[in-house]
Each structure stands twice: as C-alpha cells, then as structure tokens.
C-alpha cells in the first residue's frame, strides 16, 4: 500500500462527527490504521466501519477523554493491540456558548475538562510509546478563538488559548527527541459544534447568510479542508514543523 502515512498508527479524539470524522478518514486514505475513538461509540464505530468499506485499515474506541484513567488505557490497548502509537490527533472537543457572568460551574468544568485536560491526558500517555520508538506526531485542535476571541466564547476561547500554549510547551520538551507537536486553529467549519453559538447569534441561516462579514472567504470551511492540514502536520512532510500554530480560517484572522 503506498500513501502519505503508510503502515503508520493514529488515535483521532472526536472521529465521530465533523472534523474528526474527516481526519481519520483522511489519514486511512494515505495509509494509516485509524482508531477512531469519540465518546458516541455509536458514531465512532460508524466512522471504523466506513473506512474498512472502503479497504482502509481502522478500529474504534468508546472513550470521554475527560477521564484520565480511559486516555492512557486506551493508548496501552492501542499499542497492545497494533504495536505502536505513531500519530495522536487531539480532536475532541465541546463549545458551550454562553453570557460569561452566566455560565454555570458545569460549564466551565466541562469545557476545561475535555478541551484542555483530556488532551494533556492522551498526551502524557502517548508520549513514552514515542520515545521508544523515536517518533510521533500530534496535532491539536485549536481554534482561531485560541488566537481571537468572539462574543459569547470566553469559557471556550480561554480552552482553545490553553492548547496554544500546551502545543508549544510539548513541542519544546520533545523536540530533540523526534516528537513534533502542533496545533491547528480552524474559522467556522461546518459542524454541530457550532449550533449552539449560531443560535446566540441569530441562527445558522442567518449566519451563513452573513459569513464574509467575518470570514472573508464567505463560506464556511468544510471538514475535509481542516483534515487536509491534520495530514499533513501527522505526516513525514511536515517533519521540520513543531510547535507551530496553523490557521485554516478563511482569512479570519488575517483582519
Ligand atoms: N467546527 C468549527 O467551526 C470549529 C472551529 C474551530 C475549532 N473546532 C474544533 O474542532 C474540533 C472538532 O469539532 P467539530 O467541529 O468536528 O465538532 P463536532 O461536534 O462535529 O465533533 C466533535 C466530536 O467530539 C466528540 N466528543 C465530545 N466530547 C467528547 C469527549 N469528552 N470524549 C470523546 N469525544 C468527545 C463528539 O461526540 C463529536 O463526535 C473541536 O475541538 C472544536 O473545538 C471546530
């Protein structure tokens, strides 16, 4: 099998919907065995399930990654089970909108819980497999509300600039050591996750219909166009990149 990934092993937070579902798709279309792991196992399987339909090599895995103890079983089985953890995509996430002095300590628990601590807890028990072997690549989901923030997303926006700053931070510690770390920070991308934030702002229809007022290209990104970039930065063509912060926005933060 030739592709860009090939013979390498991927675990992709959130394959379940979106984002996710595109990159582990994405990297079985280049070669990679993908774990597809989301906290819908129903979703998770059906991801597995489509790329195996289409001759690509996949598993999947049940998990809340804002549960430490599930994260690093879940890297143990992986290498038990496929021999090593090359290539960790920290996807998963939640986007609970809200009027800041509002927001519930549910709210700001949960957002830290997953978006933040749930990838330091894949990290953390990704890594040691990568030293042995000498390699690895993980790519975080950021967002440009890591770099900018809008209203109604400051619970959010502090997640998404904690894993700015956890991508540098990883990349430094590892870089002399074979593991790159990098971070994308995606505009609005056509997924569930935002229809909570659309609602605060006046409705999907209403903000598709007013997108170029803040994404200049006009259009929301589709799923493909951020997975695209998660290949890339997971594969060997992007070996002299860590620590890097990409946007794929559509011009957003180009304002
Ligand atoms: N869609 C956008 O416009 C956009 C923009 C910037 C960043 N992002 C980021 O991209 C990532 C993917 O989002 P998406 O747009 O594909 O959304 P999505 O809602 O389509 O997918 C998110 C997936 O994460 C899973 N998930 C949520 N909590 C989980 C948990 N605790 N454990 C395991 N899985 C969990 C969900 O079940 C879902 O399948 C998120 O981190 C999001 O913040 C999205």
Redesign the pocket.
């Known amino acids: 099998m030739s592709g860009r990934v090939v013979g390498l092993v991927a675990i992709v ?9 595109a990159s582990a798709i994405r990297l079985a279309e280049e070669g990679a065995t993908v774990i597809c ?4 196992d129903k ?1 998770a399987r059906a991801t597995s399930d489509s790329i195996i339909a289409t001759d690509g090599r996949a598993s999947w895995a049940a ?4 549960d430490s103890m599930a994260c690093s079983d879940l890297v143990d089985k992986v290498v038990a089970d496929f021999g090593s953890i090359d290539i960790l995509v920290n ?5 609970l909108p809200g009027v800041f002095h509002e927001v519930s300590n549910e709210t700001i628990d949960r957002t830290l819980d ?2 933040v601590k ?1 990838a330091m807890y894949l990290i953390r028990a990704a890594i040691p497999h990568m030293l042995k072997t000498g390699h690895g690549s993980i790519v975080n ?5 890591g770099l900018v923030s809008e209203p109604f997303l400051s619970v ?1 926006s502090a997640s ?1 600039g904690a894993i700015v700053m956890l991508t540098r931070g990883i990349a430094l510690d590892y870089a002399k050591q074979g593991i790159r770390c990098n971070a994308i ?10 229809y909570a934030h659309a609602d605060l702002l006046g409705g999907i229809k209403h903000v598709y219909e007013t997108i170029g007022t803040f994404q200049p290209i006009g259009r ?2 589709t ?1 493909r166009e ?1 997975a695209n970039l998660v290949l890339f930065l997971a594969s060997d063509e992007a070996s002299f990149i860590t620590g890097s912060i990409i946007s794929a926005d559509g011009g957003m933060t180009a304002q």
């Open positions: 937070t959130g394959a379940g919907s979106g984002i996710g579902q792991a989301d906290i819908n979703a998990i809340d990654i804002s996807n998963a996430g939640v986007n997953v978006n749930g989901m950021s967002s440009v509300n959010y998404k920070c995606p505009g609005w991308v056509d997924t569930p996750i935002n929301p990104g799923p951020i």
